[in-house]
């Protein structure tokens, strides 16, 4: 039922002019989404108040409620059409009235960490792109359809948003930094294994996959009440810097079973890393930061060894951020093992001699769709030096791409070898002591890989050729004699 009701929205979605891409999909599908959610969380509180015997205040005022304008019901509880805004009014209504009443909660909400604040950033940070009353009364009427009363349901729309957001990562232009394998995500945090009790951060958060995979790994168990508060309040933090980001991460982590995200839209680099305190650091850290990029030089001052390399400044923003003895899996481009520029061999060191990097999980072309770029996947943990790296190139003995994506089987191998570190045809140990003093090159070099045949001598490959033509020309003469 809800498949049908997002082919159909995407449907309604094609014909509306202010809509272009499957980004601009994901981001007007998520703002009514989380209208509809918060209307059915409403609803929900109300009725446990009544059983309860208590008053209940509902977070909106009555004519912005979602039963007031979205979907107005009458008595027989079907749908009015009649009371419904349409064309130019609903447009205006929603432009000039509903999003700066709900952008004001940010200014009104007691903390971040609320409900109310997340509203308040959500509408404040995204525009309504529809122009046209009429496809919005559409979408409006098909996500009406839409229920967030159980597990199960927020289960299959879950799967669904996922689905959209994988979309967006094969679109091109730059959906790829929105959507990380699941995959590579499970075969992380089956590494770094977290615990219920122990935070879970992510500073480059996007869509939120790591956060969402982890709170599904550690729900999995058989846990009690006061754990499943725990993991609700006080378990995953992250921050966004980009505003759609922002909102599809709060989005996908509520559909998740997250009711109140603990997500920041702000920019974590510009957070001075020497001003980190023990409060701010979590004993978990698992990320894909964007790489390639820039920022400004005052951003850069934020940070001991600065560079212009964006993953380069997340990296450190990510050790200090970890507890001693915390762990982390972080996604970087695989140059960053050999560059040999003085930020490159700064942060090498740096990580080598604070941190133990035990594990690093070499990744093949095509992992990241679109991306252009081979990456690595580092583990470590801080609070001790690295003695030696257990390196495990992937090779899922095909080349992967749109088509032909990562899946879980890819990654089995990785998992079960990474507990004892085994050594075999794709995985090997480097010891630190064995590396070049000033570069700390690291270099992906299988040293388990069987060595080529030498080239031969150019004498030696014309006499070849001379010889294939002799055979071939005797060869030919034969047949002329038969005919």
Known sequence: ???????????????????????????????????????????????????????????????????????????????????????????????????????????????????????????????????????????????????????????????????????????????????????????????????????????????????????????????????YATLQKRTFYGQEKKSLAYVIGIMNMILHGIETPNILHTNSLNENVMDIQEKDRHDVVLANPPFGGGERAEVQHNFPIRSSETAYLFLQHFMRKLKAGGRAGIVIKNTFLSNTDNASVALRKELLETCDLHTVLDCPGGTFQGAGVKTVVLFFEKGKPTRETWVYALDPGRSLGKTNPLNDQDMAEFVTLQKTRAEGEKSWTVKTADLDETTFDLSVKNPNTPEDAPLRAPEEIIEDMLARDRETAGILENIRGLL
């Open 1 to 227: 039922m809800f498949e049908n009701a997002f082919n159909n929205i995407d449907r309604a979605l094609r014909t509306e002019q202010g809509v272009a891409s499957e980004l601009d999909y994901a981001e007007q599908t998520s703002w009514i989404m989380f209208l509809k959610y918060l209307d059915d969380m409403e609803s929900e509180r109300a009725d446990e108040a009544e059983l309860e015997g208590r008053d209940y205040q509902p977070i909106l005022s009555p004519e912005y409620r979602w039963q007031a304008w979205a979907a107005p019901k009458g008595p027989d509880g079907k749908f009015d059409h009649n009371a419904a805004l349409t064309g130019d009014d609903l447009i205006k209504f929603v432009n000039d009235k509903l999003f700066p009443y709900l952008g004001s909660f940010r200014e009104t909400a007691v903390s971040p960490d609320t409900i109310e604040y997340k509203i308040g950033e959500i509408f404040n940070e995204i525009i309504n792109r529809f122009r046209s009353g009429y496809v919005l009364r559409d979408v409006l009427e098909l996500a009406d359809g839409l229920h967030f009363n159980s597990q199960a349901e927020k289960h299959e729309l879950s799967d669904l948003y996922e689905a959209r957001i994988k979309r967006m990562g094969n679109a091109g232009r730059n959906g790829g930094e929105y959507y990380t394998p699941r995959p590579l995500i499970r075969a992380m945090i089956e590494v770094i294994d977290p615990k219920i009790g122990e935070t879970v951060y992510d500073g480059a958060v996007g869509s939120a996959g790591f956060l969402c995979e982890a709170y599904s790994y550690m729900h999995a168990k058989n846990i009690s009440s006061a754990q």
